[in-house]
């Protein structure tokens, strides 16, 4: 209710709300888009020029009014921003200074030094009025009386407090529970999701999984002693077969509910029919090749796949031009009959994250999907990856509930589906796993869910999921 004491932002906010019901009512012509686009992208640049000192270096040669297009010619004139940028220049990087902003996050630094991400009214407002239209069709169906719990990595982490505050705005009772801290722990997240009850669950594939496994450990069964309707997953690789899995586990529908990060805040987000759909009024989107760094030329059907490169259509404390996140994507234009009228998202890991198995490379997005395609209610898994008299063998670990009960694991089927695509044979493993695969969200996918033997020691960010892990409350 900020606004309430500042008339501009009242102003503001309504502009803003008015704006995405009208995209996403299907009001908008491609030119209408490209335009809004367009005239923000320059209004981007001209304000980090003026308020960023590393702007002012970084983009000195660029001058917003020569930007005539969107055409991918004229953005490669416009020089890319890194992560190393980021970790170099730190607050350098911001367009406002702290005291202008109205909450202070990081990154998680697990991997490298964390960096500010403060966000100002401005930020909240673009980016929490997009998740509220577009979690709407979400919700809706499900009624008036729900009550959703937040799961999140860290208290310095936006996501308690972005979606809070879009819960709020859809008129949901909130409970924010951080399983993970010492405080709270995974007994009484439990038992709040049960006792209230909780019709929603916003958390991370993998805790969304751990609180199924602390579940059946208690004697509890999630499908019959708990009320979830929707979980909500987020802050994690998460392919469509995990998350069916995880909905069989709960009696759920599973959505990958949002694609973002501390540095570039949202990107995309989910729609009632399952999309993960790209958010146009905040972001201008690119696919490059993560090799050569130029445009990625789409398909026949349309779809670009590559690394994905945003700019920031909105000005607020740390927007950001031509911000290669590392992540591969599959980028689909928008189609007819579908929940939202914007492009789709896959995103399919990291690009550092891709893995060369029987000598295909793949991402981790596809591998998850490959290997979790059939079986459906385990309790978590994990990838082991050996060399053996030079040859690449896989082992895929699960955890199965002691019962047992709906478990369907078809290891022959499984088998030839990687036979076909890897060319390498599978085993199975039965049996408990460690903690280290709840650290995705901290970490990375790879080093949580993937142990590949054939290195000779683990790699720093494996050893980092490692000490996560081993730091974090059970």
């Not at 779809?303 to 599959?330: A, F, I, N």
Request: charged fraction near 25%; proline fraction near 6%; include cysteine.
């Amino acid at each position: 209710m900020f606004t309430v004491f500042n008339e501009e932002l009242a102003r503001t906010a309504g502009e803003i709300r008015d704006r995405h019901l009208s995209y996403v009512a299907g009001e908008w012509s491609d030119q209408q888009l490209t335009e809004y686009q367009l005239n923000e992208l320059r209004a981007t640049v001209a304000y980090v020029k003026k308020n960023s000192p590393f702007y002012a270096r970084h983009l000195a040669g660029v001058d917003p009014a020569q930007i005539t297009s969107l055409d991918p010619e004229q953005l490669a004139a416009v020089p890319f921003t890194t992560k190393d940028d980021l970790r170099r220049e730190f607050e350098a990087v911001l367009s406002l200074p702290l005291s202008k902003a109205w909450i202070f996050y990081e990154t998680t630094g697990t991997t490298g030094r964390s960096t500010p991400c403060p966000r100002d009214n401005t930020d909240s407002l673009h980016n929490n009025t997009a998740l509220t239209v577009y979690y709407d069709t979400v919700f809706r169906p499900y009624g008036d009386e729900q009550i959703i719990g937040v799961s999140g990595p860290t208290e310095l982490h936006a996501f308690g407090d972005t979606f809070g505050d879009v819960c709020r705005n859809l008129g949901h009772a909130v409970a924010k529970m951080w399983p993970h801290s010492p405080m709270v722990g995974y007994d009484r997240a439990l038992e709040t999701l049960r006792v209230l009850p909780a019709t929603g669950l916003f958390s991370t594939p993998g805790m969304a999984l751990s609180l199924a496994k602390k579940a059946h450990a208690a004697g509890l069964d999630p499908r019959r002693d708990f009320r979830l309707d929707v979980i909500m997953c987020t802050g994690e690789l998460a392919s469509p077969s995990l998350l069916e899995n995880i909905g069989e586990v709960w009696g759920a529908k599973v959505y990958n509910a949002l694609y973002a990060s501390q540095e570039a805040s949202v990107m995309g987000a989910s729609g009632a029919d399952g999309g993960l759909y790209a958010a146009p009024l905040l972001n201008l989107y690119e696919v490059i090749d993560p090799d050569t760094a130029r445009a990625v030329e789409p398909g026949p059907d349309g779809v670009r796949t590559g690394e994905l490169v945003v700019t920031s259509l909105y000005q607020g404390s740390k927007p950001l031009v031509r911000y290669r996140t590392g992540d591969l994507v599959r980028l689909t234009p928008a189609a007819a009959g579908r929940t939202l009228p914007a492009p789709t998202l896959e995103v399919l890991g990291r690009t550092r994250d891709a893995l060369v198995i029987g000598g295909h490379r793949i991402s981790g997005y596809d591998l998850e999907e490959l290997l979790l395609t059939h079986p459906r209610g385990y309790l978590d898994y994990q990838v082991v990856i050996d060399a053996v008299d030079g040859q690449d063998e896989l082992t895929l670990r699960l955890e199965l509930p002691s019962d047992r009960y709906d478990v369907r694991i078809d290891e022959a089927l499984i088998g030839d589906a990687v036979a076909g695509r890897l060319g390498v044979p599978l085993r199975f493993e039965y049996g408990a796993l460690g903690s280290v695969t709840t650290t995705g969200a901290m970490v990375s996918w790879k080093a949580a869910r993937v142990e590949d033997r054939r290195l000779p020691v683990p790699d720093d960010e494996r050893a980092a999921a490692l000490a996560v892990a081993g730091g974090r409350a059970q």
